[in-house]
Each structure stands twice: as structure tokens, then as C-alpha cells.
């Protein structure tokens, strides 16, 4: 009689999760962890934890110091390079924009830090034939617009704003615009997220109605981009 081969699926997802639970307890600014810090941010057993940092020592995902910390290893930076190669910024954007622009009736654009300047990388323009004469590529200057704020946002502000920025006649005394920063994978700034129009239109009233709408399309371009919001943030969200 011929035995059946086991079926390690269930080990072999509950390891998975576990390798994959141990390597999220890296966040930005640990330079390394104590067996003590995963041990509390996993809530895994220290023998567990030692028995999978020998694997991903192996395979060059972590790196043991010489005090006994561990810090992430040069293969989670080679993943992170194919990441961004392969990462088409355009392909996540444009839909939001399309759906912005057709939901409010306003031009929706992505704006990029650009030296000094600010540059329109992505737009769709308003359906209105009133509407802002702006291209991808241009350049704008880094002043008190919607935009050029949320480019300047500090993170740990940016995304907790109680409102989206809303500016009036900053760079055009006809024109108002709101935006909110968008950030990636690893919490970088990767631009703003901006829907303009005409003041007379887009007033700081009808801007506000556009609040909820306008968070959850940044909510829904970041992670798209990767972004994990801190537990707080997800708090906030609920």
C-alpha cells in the first residue's frame, strides 16, 4: 500500500505568515531591533523568532550585529529596487485623476517637488469649457497654493490633517485649487494630489463637500503606491 505524501500547506502558510509578520516589524528609523522589540511587536515566542532569523539570515534578509540586534539586510534593498523599477507611477495615478475630475468637475492633477518649483506631471482636465489653461510639465513656483503646501508637508502632519489644504488665488487671483500629499512604500513624499478650478467655482464651501471623497481617492493612491498607515491613522480612518 502506498502511504500519502503529507500536505504541509497549513506549516507552510503559517510559517510563511510568521517570516512575513517578523520582517513588518521593521518600520522607518530602526536602524536595528532587539530580540526583546520583536518579541513585543510580533507577539511571536523568542525561540520562534530566533528559529526564522536564521533562515533570513541565510537568505541575506537579515543581518545579525554583534550586540545581538538584528537589522534588515541587503536583499530586502535589491527587492526594493525591483520594486521601484518596475513601479509605472502613472498607471496608479491617472485613474484617480480621471475619477476625481469626473466626480467633482474640476481639472484633478498630480504635482511633483521639482528644485525650487512645483511641476504638473499628470492631469485630467475639467469637462467645463471655464477651466485652468495648465499642461503636464509645466512649472509653478513653490508659494502658498494648495499645492505647494502639501508639498511641503511634514509626514507626520500631512496625512493626519484634519482637511485637505484649500488655497485661493495664490499663484492665480481667478483660480483656487485644494490638495493633500500623497506618500509610497516607505513613507516618501511622492507628490501632491490637487483638484483646481475657477474660484468662483471651486469656493473653500464646495471644496469642503469634496473632503471625504478627495481622502479616500489619497487613501486609495497610497496604497496602490504601498503605503502602510500607521495604527493611529487607521484609527482616524475608522
Given at each position: 500500500m502506498v502511504k500519502a505524501r503529507p500536505r504541509p500547506a497549513v506549516n507552510g502558510v503559517a510559517s510563511a505568515d510568521r517570516v512575513l509578520t517578523v520582517l513588518s516589524a521593521f518600520r522607518i528609523g530602526d536602524a536595528a531591533l532587539s530580540l526583546v522589540e520583536l518579541v513585543e511587536r510580533t507577539g511571536l515566542i523568542k525561540s520562534t523568532i530566533m528559529r526564522?532569523?536564521?533562515?533570513?539570515?541565510?537568505?541575506?534578509?537579515?543581518?545579525?550585529?554583534?550586540?545581538?540586534?538584528?537589522?534588515?539586510?541587503?536583499?530586502?534593498?535589491?527587492?526594493?529596487?525591483?520594486?521601484?523599477?518596475?513601479?509605472?507611477?502613472?498607471?496608479?495615478v491617472m485613474p484617480r485623476l480621471q475619477f476625481l475630475a469626473e466626480q467633482t468637475g474640476e481639472t484633478a492633477s498630480f504635482y511633483v517637488r521639482h528644485g525650487a518649483y512645483r511641476m504638473c506631471q499628470y492631469r485630467v482636465n475639467s469637462s467645463h469649457r471655464l477651466r485652468l489653461n495648465l499642461q503636464p510639465g509645466d512649472m509653478r513656483p513653490m508659494d502658498e497654493a494648495a499645492g505647494a503646501q502639501a508639498l511641503r508637508a511634514p509626514f507626520d502632519t500631512g496625512i493626519a490633517l484634519e482637511k485637505p489644504y484649500y488655497s485661493?488665488?495664490?499663484?492665480?487671483?481667478?483660480?483656487?485649487?485644494?490638495?493633500?500629499?500623497?506618500?509610497?512604500?516607505q513613507h516618501e513624499l511622492m507628490g501632491a494630489l490637487v483638484i483646481s478650478g475657477p474660484a468662483s467655482r471651486l469656493t473653500e464651501e464646495y471644496a469642503l463637500s469634496l473632503r471625504q471623497q478627495f481622502?479616500?481617492?489619497?487613501?486609495?493612491?497610497?496604497?496602490?503606491?504601498?503605503?502602510?498607515?500607521a495604527d493611529s491613522e487607521r484609527v482616524s480612518a475608522d
Open positions: 526564522l532569523m536564521v533562515s533570513l539570515e541565510d537568505h541575506g534578509f537579515i543581518t545579525r550585529m554583534a550586540d545581538g540586534r538584528y537589522q534588515l539586510a541587503s536583499e530586502v534593498m535589491r527587492l526594493n529596487a525591483v520594486y521601484q523599477e518596475a513601479l509605472d507611477l502613472e498607471r496608479h485661493c488665488g495664490a499663484t492665480d487671483p481667478h483660480a483656487a485649487s485644494m490638495a493633500l500629499p500623497v506618500y509610497g512604500a481622502f479616500d481617492t489619497a487613501r486609495d493612491l497610497m496604497r496602490s503606491l504601498g503605503y502602510k498607515p
